[in-house]
């Protein structure tokens, strides 16, 4: 791109133009992004007047193992939220690109991005009942001969995580189906002709042409759904709210709970603003990584 | 330009924004409060003028509270009552804001006596108590007793109970006559050789909903026998050098964890809420129910003639039973309240006849001695263990409350990995007075 010198006054005139949304942005997004990162500095109950800790409570947050161990838990759902997802996702993607008659395509595509519309609230409350010991999860396993395999699977340490993980998954994967298959739809038909007359396969065409083709919408697809694992806050507050223990708490939950319940104003925004920090550096990469090509 | 670039560019600049805001502004907090408020000497004289009081509560005692206003207005006719009721899963993080505010209701529950002591959002209410003649029993008015530094158990009164809230055991009776089990166990012993009945019978012996932490009011119980009121009570007032972390709490805790390897809880205990526990309770899924009077009017719907209450037994049968219990409202006026003679001559009426017969037919037990009658037959067994249990002086409050993050960050992870087997007892004492360490200063 060649760089072009602009005008001072038509500089000024854009800027004048940015002003309305700028103001907008920086009373909304950017001052409490600063507010939070000033209280987090201090000991704050929420009402009174704080007391200055410095850098206190980052201090607390990487050596007191339930803090930073929520940060790791939502690193963990990162498999379930983004990665299962994606790659379900493409696959079904494909197979209804496949599908000839359009009715079936729509009716199919329509009930999976289904759970997408639910919120993660609501959708907590109706896993929690289906994960249950009498749930309806367990009655499948049961009737299936595979009642060894039954847990209680927000009751147990072992794989409560994993359950809080899957209701992620079912509700990403409509997300990730749509936006994949938008992006198929882009691409040129031809190359698949093409492939095709050269002998290629079902497999050699999704890693040779659907795969590149696609490079856009996965990293849309990662980024978004990335966020939403290291943020999560309603679906583990409605179904386990952080336990059995701490085995299922993440940084959103623990945020809310140590400023509005336990008053550490201050502890709850060192670790909103060492979240935020961490998305920032995982999301900024995979972005540059994703977009490297097309500069 | 990449978006690593743009976050990359925004961090610097916000982290610069927020350094130069640190080094500008001052501390956060402090600055907001103390409205334009008039002071005026305490009496009994509210005159005629017209008066607007403004209350403030949580919202699953607005019926009771609707009740209070209007018999309240009928007496005083020139004051109207405006309450406002905040969803009860929240007023207890919204209570500190809404006392503290310039603009604060007259009369509210004060749902943390310490913060609002200190920060000094409540005022003492011992001229009023003379004023009335206020004569609530000790035992249910030592919490909201606090020195000026906000160290509750002791000093000035700054809130005033309108009825009692008590933890206890519900059973069903119907279950317990096809176990063979005719009457309530009066010893801890008597109720382990029940469970054991239930349990080889494949009923439920205990619903336990540990998802919420409603283990603790049954542990609470056993603590309270090994180790005495006064060293439940002592830490829950946060004296200095309390602790759980001491034999009787352990043994209570070893004696949880035994039951749950019994299977005497229910299977999905941890992952159990309290209301879906309520349901299987009522739809008759097991013998005992550990909970306390607030579901009284809900298991007398459920169960009717079947449901039965007593209150936890001790570890002997000469052992006196204990409970853990306390305001069902704790009603104090905020330093902002504008009228505070009428506020107070609102607590006042809280403590009538009236009104207690009131919350009585609400399904709270009063806090007043009298011979008060529900037509719930649940409720009147409660009434009944309340004033044996009255007698005997042994309640405590309850250790949910002993810090403001007690229940959510102690009580109910910690009751959930002993439960589940994952935390010895004598770690999870240590882990509750961890919590309770953090908090306490």
Redesign the interface.
Known sequence: MKQRRVRPRLLMVSLLFLLPAFLFYAVFVLWPIIQTMWYSLYDWNGIDVATWVGLGNYVQIFTDSNLYGSILHSFFLIIFFSIMPIIVGLIVAVLIKDIKLKSVSSFVQVCLFLPRVIPGAAAGVAWTWMLADHGAINQILRSLGLGQFTHVWLGEQSVALGAVGIIGFWLQLGFCIVLLLSGIGGIDASLYEAASLDGAGWWRQLFAITLPGLRGQIGVCLTLTIVSALASFDIVYMSTQGGPGTSTMVPGVQVYRLAFTQQSVGLASALAVTLMVLVLLVVGPLQSLVNKKED | M????I??V??SA??A??FI??VA?C????TASSSNVKSEAASKDLGSEKITLTLWNGAGLKSFDEDLIKAFEAKYPNITVKGTWDPDN?S??NG??VI?SADSPDVAAITDIT?AV??K?VISLEEYAKLYGWDIPESQTVYYRASSDGKVGAGDLYAVPDAVSMTGMYWNTKVAAQLGITEAPKSVEELEADMKLAKDAGITPMIMPA??GGTSFIYQALWTNNSGKDVINNWILQKSGSSIDENGAVKAAEKIQEWAKAGYFS??????DGTTALGRFNKGEGLFFPSGSWFSSSINEGLGADAGFFAYPGNTTDQAGSAASNAVTPYGIPANSKHKNAAAAFIDFTLSDEAQQLAVKHGYPAIMEGAWKSDNPVLNQILEAESGLVKANNTTNYINNAT??M???GI???F??LI?G??APAQFVQAIQKQWDS?VK
Do not use: F, W, Y
């Not at chain 2, 501390?27 to 402090?30: E, K, L, S």
């Not at chain 2, 299977?267 to 159990?272: K, P, W």
């Open positions: 990449t978006i690593s670039r976050s990359k925004a961090i916000l982290s924004l927020a805001g640190s502004a501390a956060p907090g402090g929240v207890a993080q500190p804001r503290s913060s200190r920060g959002h998802k919420e299977s999905d205990a941890v992952a159990l403001a993050a229940q959510a960050s109910i992870p910690n959930q990995t589940d994952s935390q908090e």
